[in-house]
Nanobody, 126 residues
Framework: QVQLVESGGGSVQAGGSLRLSCAVTKYKTSRYCMGWFRQAPGKEREGVTTLDVDAGESYADSVKGRFTISHDNVKSILYLQMNSLKPEDTAMYYC????????????????????WGQGTQVTVSS
């Protein structure tokens, strides 16, 4: 059973940066998809960015050029580097994994992901 544990959330002023981490344990496979999702109060869950370990990453238009997803394969940690943060980035952020094709991975649909972390709150003040 895969286990995901996020960390790194917090409060920051607009224009600042945060780095989220997601430790992925008990999961070894030849290919899988990892991603970051977020949900703000009263809003639908949004697929922020996903990474197919073989084929690369995809980003929501709202974060392109500001957020970067990466994966340390040795430590089994997924990162989300968030720069130039805006108040509209305020949300609970979740990491997730799935054993799906790269095409599905790049669609960033939460319904395709089977395993989720507990979430970490990011708050950006203006």
């Amino acid at each position: 059973q895969v286990q995901l544990v996020e960390s790194g959330g917090g409060s920051v002023q607009a224009g600042g940066s945060l780095r989220l981490s997601c430790a992925v344990t008990k999961y070894k496979t030849s290919r899988y998809c990892m991603g970051w999702f977020r949900q703000a109060p009263g809003k639908e869950r949004e697929g922020v960015t996903t990474l197919d370990v073989d084929a690369g990453e995809s980003y929501a238009d709202s974060v392109k050029g500001r957020f970067t997803i990466s994966h340390d394969n040795v430590k089994s940690i997924l990162y989300l580097q968030m720069n130039s943060l805006k108040p509209e980035d305020t949300a609970m952020y979740y990491c997730a994994t799935a054993d799906i094709s790269n095409w599905l991975c790049w669609q960033r649909r939460g319904s395709d992901f089977s395993t989720w972390g507990q979430g970490t709150q990011v708050t950006v003040s203006s």
